[in-house]
């Protein structure tokens, strides 16, 4: 259960977890519970708000051949570090109606994203007399488990889990400073549909995206908010333009709140193309036109999207934060910068548009295809069963 999932009128969120859950469910029996956000009145906001759009989400559905339900949770808007712990309660409200038919059917329960979900996720399962896991991805570790308000429920949550899954290597030492038990924390990483990301033809791509052969192309994929450095990232690009006028172009794939504010960065003349959000497909043909990828966010898990240019032979520009360093070997994979630092991404920019890189050397590091994930998060369920017995 989590609402970091893709539905009907957000197809394209969370492909990561989508992709390992459709995986999973050929290793075994899956069900979704797709958590949706609502409040009242949710649906006189049409198109206007997001909770608005999500009233048109069904309360059942098959994505990828998984069985979806949508449980609707009520929440506190804007909560932030002081209040937030009502969300949990909330959430659990939402899955109360779905209890009875839940029961006998399955063996554990699945947490994913630490607060609300897998903190539900734990009466959730208490209930229905069943071990559960917890899975984290980044920011809920890194920043939501670390308010004053949940902090003490995290950390209960963990240190009752079955299993604790990080999806990178330095996620698992913070998982135990936030109560989980040594021995129940586990790496399992991410995969890559490794079909569709390799390395193509950078000219092709280009010429299919109707991209400049001669200009050096960087590009983003992600949500389009302050949190992902795309200020910064706007910084690094009006230096690199006012040094060298036209030699670089930045693509930004995805949407969110500053998606109208990058569109007139651009229209000012800094050198943006806003793709807004892309289906993977086109999402690999935007890479392989790159010349590296781009990601200055400031919290992070083990971005999905840097594993997959990695699959392409696109080297990283990334701030060594969170599991990025786990994956991108600093000058040989890519290079790393620090957070909130505009000038020295600029400079990464510069460097790693203007060297070689070893492609052979770049697909090597990044990981196989989704089904070992899926491999790895079924043995952690076993073990989590076993605890539980």
């Not at 992709?19 to 609502?38: K, T």
């Not at 897998?118 to 890194?142: E, S």
């Not at 594993?307 to 990283?316: F, N, S």
Request: proline content about 8%; some cysteine.
């Amino acid at each position: 259960m989590t609402r970091i999932f893709p539905n009907r009128v957000e197809p394209l969120a969370c492909p990561f977890q989508r992709r390992q859950l459709a995986a999973l469910a050929r290793l075994a029996d899956v069900e979704v519970l797709g958590v949706v956000p609502w409040v009242p009145g949710a649906s006189l906001l049409g198109e206007r708000a997001r909770v608005g759009r999500l009233c048109r989400v069904p309360t059942e559905d098959t994505i990828d051949g998984l069985p979806v339900v949508h449980p609707r949770a009520p929440y506190l808007p804007l909560a932030g570090p002081w209040l937030s712990a009502v969300n949990g309660p909330l959430y659990l409200a939402g899955l109360v109606p779905h209890l009875a038919a839940l029961r006998r059917r399955f063996d554990v329960v699945l947490g994913a994203f630490l607060f609300p979900d897998a903190w539900a996720a734990q009466h959730l399962a208490r209930a229905l007399d069943l071990p559960y896991a917890v899975k984290a991805h980044g920011t809920d570790v890194d920043v939501i488990a670390r308010w004053p308000s949940v902090r003490a429920l995290v950390h209960g949550t963990l240190r009752r889990a079955g299993a604790v899954i990080g999806v990178s290597r330095p996620m698992l030492g913070a998982l135990e400073e936030l109560g989980a038990p040594r021995d129940r924390v586990t790496f399992v990483p991410n995969g890559v549909d490794r079909a569709l990301f390799q390395p193509r033809s950078r000219a092709e791509a280009r010429a299919a995206l109707g991209l400049d052969a001669r200009s050096k192309v960087l590009v983003y994929v992600g949500r389009l908010e302050p949190e992902k450095g795309l200020h910064e990232l706007c910084d690094a690009l009006a230096s690199l333009e006012a040094r060298a006028p036209g030699r670089f172009t930045v693509t930004l794939v995805g949407d969110g709140s500053l998606r109208k504010t990058l569109e007139e960065k651009r229209d000012a003349g800094l050198p943006l193309l806003v793709a807004g959000a892309c289906p993977a497909e086109l999402v690999a043909r935007h890479l392989a036109a790159s010349d590296a990828l781009v990601l200055p966010s400031f919290h992070e898990g083990t971005p999905n999207v840097v594993l997959e240019a990695l699959a392409a032979g696109r080297p990283v520009v990334a701030t060594r934060v969170g599991g990025i360093p786990d994956v991108v070997a600093h000058e040989r994979t890519g290079l790393l910068v620090p957070a909130r630092d505009a000038a020295a991404l600029a400079a990464a920019i510069e460097r790693a548009t203007s060297r070689a890189w070893d492609e052979d050397e770049l697909t090597r590091a990044a990981p196989p295809g989704w089904d070992r994930s899926a491999e790895a998060l079924l043995a952690a369920l076993v073990r989590a069963r076993s605890v539980h017995a």
